[in-house]
């Protein structure tokens, strides 16, 4: 019976160990920054910040980060989505980024009459080379488009004026 106790215990004392020894993490993920996307808007600052907060808020995100006084805005970290992010494999683009994050970061310049937002996508994950799509930029600055539109528009055979 002592035998077979001290079997057992040797057995549970030898699987804690394995145990504690497979818990530590054996690849840390590096951040990969895009290059950022930048559109020029015929608003104000002010007006293009609040813009870039609500089109963020309806797309979403949760806002880590606001600075009103520079124009800058974070978001936290969100897991990559099935088209927001790819690996370049042998000259093709490999949307299976399982286990990668991504926050945006926005910043906004006052330039001419305007304002210039540029939207940077930052990537974290132990796949090396991860690329965003420039999807989610895209739907963002659709967004600050619309929030930015004039209320009175005027179509012509040119376009909104």
Known sequence: MRVVSKLGLGFFLLSLVAAWGCSKPALYGSTMESPPMVHYFDVPPQEAFRAAKESLLFRGYSIK??????????????????????VEVFRRKDYGTVGAYYRLFVKIKPRNNGSSVSITNVAKSFISNVKSSQREETEVMDKIADFTRKRDIQVTNIGLQ
Do not use: G, K, V
Not at 65 to 86: G, I, K, M, R, V
């Open 65 to 86: 980060q606001e600075d009103a006084q520079n124009f800058t805005l974070e978001t936290y970290w969100q897991a990559t989505t099935a088209d927001s992010h790819y």
